[in-house]
């Protein structure tokens, strides 16, 4: 970086620039801002009479200095400047004005020389002086010079070629810009349209202007003057990245202190070739952590100024609940930070593909609890697009706004799994909410019904601690269960806490063949079924089951002849009576043919036409209003409150629907595994 202050004698001398050329300076090389190296008088020339050769001299030594930090040049010129219309700028630097050109610096071609300075990363030139439009280098310069186009650049001019400058107004206001920051502007303040307005808003009586051109072949960070003090989270680290850094660090030497981002940057920077004492693989740990610490400042900068002003404590331990964290991490004490998320997400919750799932729940989140429903807010979806995560976090969104019953509480599905036996080893639990999972877990099952019993009762135990963190209710409960099981030990009737897990749960009963088939079938059959049903159910001429006559369920080989007729998923098959041998296998050759079935509590219904005219009313809210019919059955006032849906009392319903088949279409996707064996990452 060099700042150059050329002063004029007697009556041409500017007042002011002294001043101004030492604050730029000074902004510069803080290391909260500019973040320069001071190299004294190597970064800082001021002047009368400074000489054309000395300037120019300067000016090579500063950009061989930033080629060999591998780094850009900051170039700044302060002072008169001179030239005709249409000819190069001259920079004043003989300390007389009106002097031959000959005895100053040509901007225009000194700007196009240092452009093209071999292994320069760069240049940003900020020119203030009168006349200073015409410092922009000639095109030929820019595209076709020693480097052939392979240069970055940005220049800043403080007039029109054709208009005079006045007081310092450009560099004085750029340095007041780089103190206050710019709000919105990111992390960084580039010589840009939104740098440029600003100043446009604060300079009267000359036109600032901007030239630019990247035709930079090297993969890497945008041109940026200064750190964005205006930027909430610039460069600071919570205590979850203080951690995650000083790890990564002892790993590499116990004895090595970094404790910013910026220090690991430059360390990282000067050890590339060199031998260093760390082993390969801590070394790589601690890359990886610099680029969590990056992407976590990124994204807690979009975060903290698109949702922040509308979070709450509550509503960032509802984010850390959608988002899947750690319920220990949730219910920490005093809550968690909008930093504590999106940090623990950054450096926990990063898969091992480099993908920033975690980070994209959490996001999602943010988006749901602060009322985002349809579409992600720009510039969140400009960083989700910038980390390749906008389907990502769009899908998450669209799973926690999911809420077919307007519930906006949590949900808990119970899997009963037998294993091919004819008992339940154990109740795998999933935590949900709307069609986000949350978190799983799974319960093994001791010796009989009371292993059963005390099995489900933890898995409901386990779900409330989250339904408590969230402020909601726990209310619907699914739970799936091999046909043997759902026959022989209803789900709504299983006792927990004393009480049937009906009376204090919506419970709606699922046979889990999809997620488990039956012998002869795969998973993709059941779920081929299932999308079938869901069209029939979806059919404007559908309303209500098919129900099966006495002699249709006999014996087996009659049901399988009738059932040969009719398509998968064809029908919602209802009996009104059991068969009086086989049931067990009749109820599986119609699960198998249909994963949806009504059929009676008891052996038989007598009012046969009555049950079917009740089914088919409440046909579009099934299985619901038998839930809610057997709620109110158990607490006796059945009649009393409704008698309209009473009667569904008298039967019970495996059911198939949009959610269901949802939940089973995702586990078939992934990999056969119990949750307990699944990371946290898969979980989330």
Not at 341 to 352: F, L
Not at 642 to 670: K, N, S
Request: with cysteine; proline share 5%.
């Amino acid at each position: 970086m060099l700042v150059v202050g050329a002063q004029c004698e007697g009556g041409a001398r500017l007042e002011g620039l002294e001043d101004a050329a030492r604050g730029l300076h000074a902004v510069l090389v803080d290391p909260r801002l500019g973040g320069c190296v001071d190299r004294g008088d190597d970064s800082l020339l001021i002047g009368t009479g400074l000489g054309k050769h000395e300037v120019e001299a300067a000016v090579e030594h500063a950009a061989q200095l930033a080629r060999d930090d591998g780094g850009a040049l900051i170039l700044a010129l302060l002072g008169h400047g001179e030239g005709s219309q249409g000819a190069s700028l001259h920079f004043v630097t003989s300390g007389k004005r009106n002097d031959s050109p000959l005895a100053n610096v040509n901007v225009t071609s000194l700007l196009g020389d240092t452009l093209n300075h071999p292994g320069l990363n760069g240049l940003i030139a900020i020119v203030d002086t009168c006349l200073s439009g015409s410092a922009v280098p000639p095109t030929a310069d820019v595209i076709a010079g020693r480097q052939q186009g392979d240069v970055r650049f940005s220049l800043l001019f403080a007039a029109t070629a054709h208009e005079s400058a006045y007081g310092m107004r450009l560099s004085t206001e750029l340095t007041r810009l780089i103190e206050e920051g710019l709000p919105g502007a990111g992390d960084f303040l580039k010589l840009d349209a939104d740098l440029r307005k600003r100043l446009d808003e604060r300079i009267v009586g000359q036109q600032p202007g901007l030239s630019t051109f990247d035709g930079g072949s090297r993969v890497g960070d945008d041109l940026w003057l200064a750190r964005n003090h205006a930027s909430p989270f610039n460069g600071s680290l919570g205590p979850i990245a203080k951690m995650a850094l000083r790890a990564a660090v002892r790993r590499v030497d116990a004895n090595l202190l970094l404790s910013t981002e910026d220090e690991v940057a430059a360390w990282l920077r000067d050890n590339l070739q060199s031998t260093i004492s760390g082993s390969w693989t801590a070394v790589q740990r601690l890359r990886e952590v610099r680029a969590e610490l990056e992407e976590g400042r990124k994204a807690l900068n979009v975060v903290s100024r698109v949702f922040g002003p509308a979070l709450t404590e509550e509503s960032l331990r509802l984010v850390g609940v959608l988002a899947g964290l750690p319920l220990d991490f949730v219910r920490h004490e005093p809550p968690r930070t909008l930093r504590d998320i999106v940090e623990h997400s950054v450096h926990h919750g990063s898969a091992a593909s480099g993908q920033h799932r975690v980070l994209a729940h959490v996001v999602a989140a943010l988006a749901h609890v602060t009322g985002y429903r349809d579409h992600l807010p720009a510039d969140v979806l400009a960083w989700a697009q910038d980390l390749e995560l906008t389907a990502m976090v769009n899908s998450r969104l669209h799973e926690l706004n999911h809420q077919p019953h307007g519930d906006q509480a949590p949900g808990l599905v119970l899997v009963l799994a037998d294993e091919g036996g004819e008992s339940v080893v154990r109740v795998d639990a999933w935590l949900l909410f709307g069609r986000a999972v949350l978190d799983s877990r799974r319960f093994p099952c001791g010796i009989g019904d009371s292993g059963l019993k005390d099995a489900m009762a933890k898995a409901v135990a386990w779900a409330m601690p989250w339904a408590n963190i969230a402020g909601r209710r726990l209310r619907r409960i699914d739970v799936a269960a091999p046909t043997l099981v759902l026959l022989d030990h209803p789900p709504e009737e299983h006792v927990v806490r004393k009480q049937k897990l009906a009376v204090n749960y919506t419970v709606t009963t699922r046979w889990s063949g999809l997620l488990t088939p039956p012998p002869g079938a795969s998973v993709d059959d059941m779920l081929q079924v299932g999308e079938q049903l869901l069209a029939s159910l979806d059919d404007s001429d559908c309303c209500g089951p098919q129900w099966l006559q006495t002699e249709q369920i006999q014996t087996v080989d009659q049901l399988q002849e009738h059932l040969s007729n009719h398509a998968f998923g064809q029908h919602v098959w209802a009996l009104t009576s059991l068969p009086e041998s086989d049931w067990d296998f009749v109820a599986q050759e119609l699960l198998e043919h249909t994963p949806a079935l009504v059929w009676p509590r008891q052996k038989r219904i007598d009012d046969e036409p009555g049950i079917q005219e009740s089914v088919g009313k409440h046909w579009q809210a099934l299985p619901q209003q038998i839930a809610h019919a057997y709620q109110s059955y158990l607490s006796g006032s059945g009649e009393s409150q409704d008698a309209d849906i009473g009667p569904l009392a008298a039967v019970r319903a495996a059911w198939h629907d949009r959610d269901w088949h949802a939940f089973c279409r995702r586990r078939a996707m992934t990999v056969v595994r119990a949750p307990d064996e699944m990371t946290s990452k898969e979980r989330a």
